[in-house]
Antibody
């Protein structure tokens, strides 16, 4: 059973940087897995942010225009997401999830990030 | 970029009835790349179906998926009270990317 838990500041200032971490259960992060970040604005649908392999390879959603950066720390069993130049449109629940070929099978519980001054 | 269009937007049914949810893609894709999720209020999405028709671990057999090319369907044979939720389809590709449909809300009539 893979367990994931997101954490980070719940409030970020406009034009600032959103920084989140995702703790992954032991023995999971060092396997040949891809890990994704997905977000969901309040009352809206799901948007894929990007994915990272445990090797460090990444793919991002082009719609974020290079604002997103993901990293993986295998020694700490955690993933990280940074999103720069945030606006109110980045207010959302952010999820991390494991990607096995072409599907997201394990999800964290999500963390709400609000962009506001 | 592939666009996924789900219909209907809202489906009002009673427990015991069957439900049929549709997902149409703007380009034909392999069924390998199509998945369905269920999301209840305040919860993360849960994987139901992958590769268009394979049930995820622990998913009851009243849930089934079908389809190919541009038309995919999620069927719930006999609705249980816990099935009322929002359902999303998801595709992978053609570039390394996941895209979701806008969702179908299944509500109690």
């Amino acid at each position: 059973q893979v367990q994931l838990r997101e954490s980070g500041p719940g409030l970020v200032m406009p034009s600032g940087t959103l920084s989140l971490t995702c703790a992954v259960s032991v023995d999971s992060i060092n396997r040949d897995n891809w890990w994704t970040w997905v977000r969901q604005p309040p009352g809206k649908g799901l948007e894929w942010i990007g994915e990272i392999h445990q090797s460090g390879n990444t793919n991002y959603n082009p719609s974020l225009k290079s604002r997103a950066t993901m990293s993986v720390d295998t020694s700490m069993n955690q993933l990280s997401l940074k999103l720069t130049s945030v606006t109110a449109a980045d207010t959302a629940v952010y999820y991390c999830a494991r990607a096995t070929p072409y599907k997201l099978d394990y999800w964290g519980q999500g963390t709400l990030v609000t962009v506001s001054s | 970029e592939i666009v996924l269009t789900q219909s209907p937007g809202t489906l009002s049914l009673s427990p015991g009835e069957g439900a049929t949810l549709s997902c149409r893609t703007s380009q034909a894709l392999s069924s390998t790349y199509l998945a369905w999720y269920q999301q209840k209020p305040g919860q993360a999405p849960r994987l139901l179906i992958y590769a268009a028709s394979s049930r995820a671990t622990g998913i009851p057999d009243r849930f089934s998926g079908s389809g190919s090319a541009t038309d995919f369907t999620l069927t719930i044979s006999s609705l249980e009270p816990e099935d009322f939720a929002v359902y999303y389809c998801q595709q992978y590709g053609p570039s390394p990317m996941y895209t979701f449909g806008q969702g179908t809300k299944l509500e109690i009539k």
